[in-house]
């Protein structure tokens, strides 16, 4: 089976968790499923933003990219949390290569909206770098920046890179590993499956909002394009993964209707 797994960057700030994580998707690469990771690292930017007195400011969950953000996100999510992450593969046996969608042109971006600065909209991604190192042998771990043709750098939601990339692999299913049981009703009660129309109207009565509003409407999209199956799942979960590929009920299914 062909996945596409998007970690959190929550889950990737302790080595116990990210270790945890890694050795995860390692026995499941064993049992012969193709793995591609996208990878976030908001709270690791929000830290270093801090450390730099420079306050973060979000828009409908998205943060609004400065100059001095892009320079964070460089260092902080194609960096730090990249490579920490590309270790503990290492560390479990999995020759994992860290790269962001700047890296061979793997994810084209363009300016969201001029008052979020360098925010990007992924446009379309590349299938044959990430076909390519899978190929042979290797597992791909993408952070969530991009670019343009002219070179201008973007900061991309690390959802929406995760739907474009997905979607251009035509993957088998899509997994959002979160810091949450999965999607929240108003009741704040899991909810097991959602359609899209149901998750739209979860944004539309506020319910879903910040991130998960990004994530939902990077999800709805994505499923609509033919994606097979998407789950928000809570990677907290010590086997969570392994328990949504045997067909129990973790987490939110996300499906067209």
């Known amino acids: 089976m062909k996945l596409l797994i998007k970690l959190g960057g929550t889950l990737l700030?302790?080595?116990e968790s990210r270790e945890?994580?890694?050795s995860e998707i390692h026995d499941l690469a064993s049992r012969g499923h193709r793995i591609v990771v996208v990878h976030g690292g908001g709270k690791q930017m929000t830290?270093?933003?801090d450390a730099q007195g420079i306050q973060s400011n979000f828009v409908d969950g998205l943060r609004v990219s400065s100059p001095e953000v892009i320079d964070a996100l460089l260092q902080a999510v194609a960096g730090s949390v990249n490579k920490r992450l590309v270790a503990a593969f290492r560390?479990?046996?999995?020759p994992a290569v860290g790269i962001s969608g700047v890296d061979g042109g793997?994810?084209?971006a363009r300016q969201l909206r001029e008052e979020l600065g360098a925010v990007g909209q992924p446009t379309s991604a590349r299938p044959l770098v990430l076909d390519t190192l899978s190929e042979q042998g290797f597992l791909p771990v993408v952070a969530c920046v991009a670019s343009d043709a002219n070179g201008v750098i973007y900061n991309v939601n690390a959802d929406q890179m995760a739907c474009v990339c997905a979607t251009s692999l035509q993957v088998d299913q899509l997994l959002f590993l979160t810091d949450v049981e999965g999607v929240l009703g108003s009741d704040k009660q899991r909810?097991?499956?959602l359609s899209t129309s149901e998750c739209r109207h979860?944004?539309?009565d506020g319910v879903a909002t910040g991130g998960m509003q990004a994530k939902l409407e990077a999800a709805c999209l994505t499923v609509e394009s033919g994606v097979g199956a998407i789950r928000i799942l809570p990677g907290f979960r010590p086997s969570v993964l392994l328990e949504c590929l045997s067909g129990e009920d973790v987490g939110t299914r996300i499906y067209v209707g």
């Open 13 to 15: 700030d302790q080595p």
């Open 20 to 22: 945890r994580l890694a």
């Open 47 to 49: 830290r270093l933003l």
């Open 91 to 94: 560390k479990c046996g999995m």
């Open 106 to 108: 793997l994810v084209e």
């Open 191 to 193: 909810i097991s499956s």
């Open 202 to 204: 979860l944004i539309r």
